[in-house]
C-alpha cells in the first residue's frame, strides 16, 4: 500500500518538475514510509512520484515508479493485486521474465502486453495506479472496482496532476484553492463529499471501476471497465437454483479463497475484531488457513450502549486468536479532534472515524496489514435502515399524511434521554440501542411521500442541508436518479445498490483508507472481492433478509466457526457517544469553532441556523449530533487546510 503522484502535459523544466513532484510526493509519506522514488521525462512534461510501504517483496527490486521490461511503460501504483501469481505464470508461459517477487511488475507487465483496460478487468485487488506510455505519450489512471483506494486529479495551468489524497495536488506551487459551495451542501446531506465532487472547485474523485486517459491538449477521456450496476443486474437476472445449504457451502468456499489470497504478505498480518458478524467471519476464516495466532484488535467505549468490546474479546476467546484491545476515553476524543482534519484533507463527518483511527494505531504497533470486515452490510443487506426502510415502505406510506405527521411530532417532542430511560425498563435482548437517538433520526421519514425520499432521509445528517450553506446548491447525484428505481424494483435491494456505489466508497473506505494509511497501516476488506459482491446479487432476497435481519446467509457460515450465542444481539455499528461528548468533553473546542462572528466572518455557513440548532442539543431538547459533527469538522478542516486564503472569495487557477 503506497502512495502516488504526478504532473502530465507540464511545462516545466527538469529541476523544477523534479522538486515539485518530490515536494508531491512528500506529503504522503504516511502512505508509504519506506520508500520514495520519482521518474521523469522533461520532454513530455511528465513526473511520477511515489511513496512505498513495502507488503509483498520487500527488497529495491519491486521500488516504484517502475519500468517495464520493454521499456515503453512506466507505473506509480497503490494497492495490491490478490491473483497476481495466476497472472505471473501466465506471462511467464508467453515469455515474460521478471525482475523481481512483487505484484507492481505483475501489474505493469500486464498492462503491458494486455492493454490497460484488457489487463484491469482480470484484476483482484485493491488499487489505484497511474501508468505512462511513453511511446503513444498518454497517461492512463485507474481505479479499483469498488473505491477502496483513493485518487484525485484535476487540470491545473494546463496541466494534469494527481494525486492518492487531495495534499498532494495542494503542494504545487500555483495551487488557488476555491471551496466548491455546491458539494459543502451535498456533505451537509451525507457527512461526506460524493464522487465525483470535492470541497475544491475543479477537483475530481475518479470514480471506483473507472479509467481516465488523458494526452496532453486534449480532455480527459473516462471510461468504465467494471460497473457495479451491470453486475447487481446481471446477478438479479441469474439468480442462484440451489438449495440454502449448497449456497451456504459456496459462498463459505469463495470467502475462504478471498480471505487466503489476502493472507498473503512478507509483513506481519492481523485483524479487526468488532465481535460482529462481518469481522467475527473474517477473522474465524483467516484463522482456521493461518498456522499460528492471529492477532486480533478492538476498541471499546465505557459508555453503555456502544460498547462492543466484551463480545469481540469472548469470540477472540472462541477462536484462539492473540488478541488485544484498547478502551476509548472521552479525552482520546478531546486529544484527537484537532488532528482529524490532518487525516482527511477534505470535510469528512462519520463520528466513528475516531475509533477507526485509535484502533488502527494499536493495530499499527504490532502489525503492517489488518483484515477488516467492511463490505459486508452493502453486499449482504445488513445495515439497519434497510429493514427499516421497507417496513415504512409497507406501512406507514400507507397512513394518512397528517396522522404520520402527528406521531413523527409526539417523538420529537421527548427528549432523546427520556425515551432512553423508558426503554431502559425493557429485557436486554428487546432493548434497543441508543433508542432515543433511533427514535428522533427516524420521525422525520414519517413526513416523507414516497420510498424514494424515505431512502434519502434515512442516510442524511440533516433534512435540509442547503439551509445550513450560504449560496450553494445541491448537486444530484445516484440519489435522484430514477432509472435506478426502474432497475431495481425491489426496495432493500435499490437501498443496497445506492449504498454501493455512493456510502459505501466515499465513506467506509475512505474511512477506513485514510485513517489506516494516516499510521502507516494497509488494510484489507475481503468481503468486497468482486466475486463475492457478483456472488451477493444473485442471491434471493431471501437469503439475505430474514425475520426482519439482514446478512442471513452470512450468519448461517458463521455460525459453522463461532457459536449463535456469541455474535447474535442487536447491532451497534461502529458508534460513538459524540452526543455526550459534545455536551462534556468537546463542548470548549466546538463553541469556538461555532461562535457567531467567527462563522459570518468567514462566510459560508449560516451562522443564525446552526446556533439554534447547537443550542437546542446542548439544552438536550433535541440530538443534533450529526449536523453538528458536520458543522464542525467543516470547520476545523477550514481551520487546518485554508489559513491564510482570503475567505470568502478564492481565487482559483484550477479549472
Known amino acids: 500500500m503506497c502512495g502516488i503522484c504526478g504532473i502530465a502535459a507540464a511545462t516545466s523544466g527538469r529541476m523544477e518538475l523534479e522538486g515539485i513532484v518530490r515536494r508531491m510526493a512528500g506529503t504522503l509519506a504516511h502512505r508509504g514510509p519506506d520508500g520514495e522514488g520519482v521518474w521523469l521525462d522533461e520532454g513530455a512534461g511528465i513526473a511520477l512520484g511515489h511513496r512505498r510501504l513495502a507488503i509483498i517483496d520487500l527488497s529495491p527490486a519491486a521500488q516504484q515508479p517502475m519500468t517495464a521490461s520493454d521499456g515503453r511503460y512506466v507505473l506509480s501504483f497503490n494497492g495490491e493485486i490478490y491473483n497476481f501469481r495466476e497472472l505471473r505464470r501466465e506471462l511467464e508461459a508467453a515469455g515474460i521474465r521478471f525482475r523481481s517477487q512483487s505484484d507492481t511488475e505483475v501489474l505493469l507487465e500486464s498492462c503491458a502486453r494486455w492493454g490497460v483496460a484488457a489487463a484491469t478487468k482480470r484484476f483482484n485487488g485493491i488499487f489505484a495506479f497511474a501508468l505512462w506510455d511513453r511511446e503513444a505519450r498518454s497517461l492512463s ?223 499499527r504497533r504490532h502489525v503492517t496489514v489488518a483484515l477488516s470486515g467492511d463490505g459486508g452490510d452493502e453486499v449482504f443487506a445488513g445495515y439497519r435502515r434497510y429493514v427499516l426502510g421497507e417496513t415504512w415502505r409497507r406501512r406507514v406510506l400507507a397512513m394518512p399524511a397528517g396522522l404520520r405527521r402527528a406521531v413523527a411530532a409526539t417523538l420529537l417532542a421527548v427528549p432523546p434521554e427520556s425515551w432512553d430511560r423508558l426503554f431502559a425498563a425493557l429485557p436486554g435482548r428487546w432493548r434497543p440501542a441508543r433508542a432515543g437517538d433511533q427514535l428522533h433520526k427516524i420521525a422525520p421519514v414519517l413526513t416523507l411521500a414516497d420510498e424514494n425520499a424515505i431512502y434519502r432521509r434515512l442516510i442524511s445528517q440533516c433534512e435540509d442541508p442547503a439551509e445550513f450553506v450560504l449560496q450553494g446548491q445541491e448537486p444530484k447525484g445516484a440519489l435522484w436518479d430514477k432509472s435506478v428505481a426502474r432497475d431495481f424494483a425491489d426496495f432493500i435491494e435499490r437501498m443496497q445498490f445506492l449504498d454501493t456505489v455512493t456510502y459505501l466508497p466515499d465513506d467506509i473506505l475512505t474511512k477506513v483508507d485514510r485513517t489506516s494509511m494516516a499510521v502507516s497501516l494497509e488494510a484489507r476488506v475481503p468481503l468486497l472481492d468482486p466475486r463475492v459482491v457478483a456472488f451477493g446479487w444473485r442471491l434471493p432476497g431471501s437469503m439475505r433478509v430474514r425475520g426482519g435481519k439482514g446478512k442471513w446467509i452470512l450468519r448461517q457460515v458463521l455460525y459453522r466457526h463461532v457459536p449463535r450465542a456469541l455474535v447474535e444481539r442487536p447491532k451497534m455499528g461502529f458508534g460513538v457517544p459524540i452526543d455526550a461528548w459534545l455536551r462534556g468533553p468537546l463542548r470548549d473546542w466546538a463553541e469556538d469553532l461555532l461562535e457567531e462572528r467567527r462563522l459570518r466572518s468567514e462566510g459560508f455557513l449560516n451562522a443564525a441556523a446552526l446556533r439554534r440548532k447547537w443550542q437546542e442539543h446542548l439544552s438536550g431538547r433535541r440530538n443534533w449530533q450529526y449536523l453538528i459533527w458536520c458543522a464542525l469538522m467543516f470547520q476545523e478542516w477550514q481551520r487546518r487546510w485554508m489559513d491564510g486564503v482570503p475567505s470568502p472569495q478564492r481565487a482559483s487557477a484550477v479549472a
Open 141 to 363: 489512471l485507474v481505479r479499483d472496482h469498488l473505491g477502496v483506494k483513493p485518487l484525485y486529479w484535476c487540470i491545473l495551468s494546463g496541466a494534469l496532476l494527481f494525486g492518492s489524497e487531495l495534499r498532494a495536488l495542494v503542494a504545487h506551487p500555483l495551487w488557488r484553492p476555491e471551496i466548491n459551495r455546491d458539494a459543502l451542501v451535498a456533505y451537509f446531506r451525507h457527512g461526506y463529499i460524493p464522487t465525483p465532487h470535492t470541497i475544491y472547485k475543479g477537483v475530481h474523485k475518479l470514480a471506483p471501476g473507472t479509467l481516465l486517459t488523458y494526452r496532453a491538449g486534449e480532455a480527459p477521456k473516462l471510461s468504465a471497465y467494471w460497473d457495479a450496476r451491470a453486475v447487481a443486474q446481471e446477478g438479479l437476472s441469474q439468480r442462484l437454483s440451489m438449495s440454502e445449504h449448497e449456497a451456504a457451502g459456496r459462498l463459505e468456499d469463495l470467502l475462504r479463497d478471498a480471505i487466503g489470497r489476502q493472507l498473503i504478505s512478507d509483513v506481519p498480518l492481523g485483524a479487526y475484531l468488532s465481535g460482529g458478524i462481518d469481522s467475527s467471519l473474517v477473522v474465524a476464516l483467516a484463522q482456521q488457513q493461518s498456522a499460528k495466532p492471529l492477532r486480533t484488535f478492538t476498541i471499546g467505549f465505557r459508555e453503555s450502549g456502544y460498547d462492543e468490546a466484551q463480545h469481540a474479546a469472548a469470540v477472540a476467546r472462541h477462536l484462539r486468536t492473540d488478541h488485544t484491545e484498547l478502551y476509548a476515553e472521552p479525552g482520546h476524543a478531546r486529544d484527537l479532534v484537532p488532528a482529524i482534519a490532518g487525516w482527511f484533507d477534505e470535510p469528512f463527518a462519520d463520528a466513528s472515524q475516531l475509533p477507526t483511527y485509535l484502533v488502527s494505531e494499536m493495530t
